[in-house]
């Protein structure tokens, strides 16, 4: 059975930086997804299986960095500049087979999820 469990978040003031991990039981292509309170979740970046590929919501381009290290199966996303806005519960993702896609629906497993709060 495919694991992924996430760490890292927590509250924070505006301005400030996290770096969330995601521990994963095997290596796949993956992506981290945000569900804020009352909103759908939303994609946020997506790395390839190899690391060289990554892509991000036009919300956290410049401000956040989407990173692997497959020797520790594990991946990252370094969020800086954090604003008020990007409070919720981020979701690490993996594809079983192929790319990761920004569509939450492609993904095969995920993690349980991990709170991100950020104060103004």
């Known amino acids: 059975q495919v694991q992924l469990v996430e760490s890292g978040g927590g509250l924070v003031q505006a301005g400030d930086s996290l770096r969330l991990s995601c521990a994963v039981s095997?290596?796949?292509?993956m992506g981290w997804f945000r569900q804020a309170l009352g909103n759908e979740r939303e994609f946020v970046a997506r790395?390839?299986?190899?690391?060289?590929?990554?892509d991000y919501a036009d919300f956290v381009k410049g401000r956040f960095t989407i990173s692997r290290d497959n020797a520790k199966n594990t991946v990252y996303l370094q969020m800086t500049a954090l604003k008020p806005e990007d409070t919720a519960v981020y979701y690490c993702?993996?594809?079983?087979?192929?790319?990761?896609?920004?569509?939450?629906?492609?993904?095969?497993?995920w993690g349980q999820g991990t709170q991100v709060t950020v104060s103004s």
């Open positions: 993702a993996a594809v079983e087979v192929g790319r990761a896609t920004t569509q939450a629906n492609d993904y095969d497993y």
């Open positions: 095997g290596r796949y292509a």
């Open positions: 790395i390839s299986l190899s690391g060289d590929i990554a």
